[in-house]
């Protein structure tokens, strides 16, 4: 699978979903402490880590 935009080539369409967010802006992913939004779970999993320290 093929990204449209730029050419970017996937095995996984779920990649290509996720790799989609960089070219659209999405930013589905909001931390329920700050609101800060993220394109990317893993990223906003990441983040939550601050929340705990």
Same mark, same amino acid.
């Given at each position: 699978?093929?990204? @449209?935009?730029?050419? /970017?080539?996937?095995?996984?369409?779920?990649?290509?979903? +996720?790799?989609? &967010?960089?070219? $659209?802006? @999405?930013?589905?992913? /909001?931390?329920?402490?700050?609101?800060?939004?993220?394109? +990317?779970?893993? &990223?906003?999993? $990441?983040?939550?880590?601050?929340?705990?320290?």
């Amino acid at each position: 699978m093929r990204c @449209e935009v730029c050419g /970017r080539q996937f095995s996984r369409a779920d990649n290509l979903a +996720r790799h989609m &967010h960089t070219h $659209t802006g @999405e930013t589905p992913y /909001r931390c329920v402490e700050c609101s800060k939004q993220f394109s +990317r779970l893993d &990223h906003l999993k $990441t983040h939550m880590l601050t929340h705990t320290g």
